[in-house]
């Protein structure tokens, strides 16, 4: 009887766990899984602002891997990260966590579970050199995405700890966000036709801030 219950517990945690993520983190996830390592890959680990952009091509290098998911959120990367170590990458470059901030996870939840991200990869990965980035701004006047827009200053508080935290935690921090932000603090409006997303130019100035830590 007991061996049965706590089956059961399994197969209901398993589902509970797949639940919060999409079909499309699901299809992403497990192509990673099956794409081949190089040595000394470079890889880009996020969301869909990540997921957007062709990083390999702008850089003209082949060994830059592309990691983001549109849609995901730090447990999701928690989830994924054994692919990401596995090759035991030359460098990292993380941003993550306005996703979380739409699904009313706290700032302490998410910049916690950044540091969990860091140390994961510190342990299995130690000569890997990890790159925080700072979350960018977002902008509410386009009225979409909602629940995401609106969190700057939740953003603007992570930002400051993960900066603070850079030091101790073995990584590198850059400031991304202050090239993206208007005279009001939020998104610039030729960076971004949603509030969220980037547009071309919001690419290239992101490249033109991070070009001297990928080389």
């Known amino acids: 009887m007991r061996t049965t219950i706590l089956t059961l517990l399994l ?3 398993t589902h509970l766990v797949q639940a919060q993520f999409s079909t499309y983190y699901y299809q992403k996830k497990s192509l990673f899984e099956k794409l081949p390592n190089d040595k ?15 990083w390999s091509e702008i850089f003209q290098n082949k060994k830059i891997k592309n990691r983001g998911i549109s849609g995901d959120v730090t447990d999701g990367v928690l989830l994924r990260l054994a692919e990401v170590y596995e090759s035991s990458p030359k460098k ?3 941003l993550i966590g306005i996703n979380d901030l739409s699904r ?23 000569k890997t050199k990890l790159f925080v ?10 009225g979409r995405f ?12 992570i930002n400051k700890r993960l900066k603070e935290s850079a030091s101790k935690a073995s990584y590198t921090f850059i400031n991304i966000h202050d090239a993206f932000v208007n005279e009001s603090g939020k998104m610039r409006k030729d960076y971004s036709n949603d509030g969220l997303h980037l547009l071309g130019d919001g690419y290239m100035a992101w490249v033109n801030i991070i070009k001297p830590y990928v080389k």
């Open 146 to 157: 909602k629940k995401h827009t609106n969190k700057n200053e939740k953003v603007l508080w």
């Open 40 to 54: 000394n890959e470079i890889i880009f680990l996020g969301n869909s602002i990540t997921d957007g952009c062709e």
């Open 104 to 126: 009313g996870k706290s700032q302490e939840y998410v910049f916690n579970n950044i540091q969990k991200i860091v140390q994961e990869i510190h342990q299995n990965s130690p």
């Open 92 to 94: 990292v470059f993380i």
């Open 11 to 13: 197969v209901v945690s």
């Open 133 to 142: 980035q700072s979350l960018l701004p977002v902008n509410d006047c386009y």
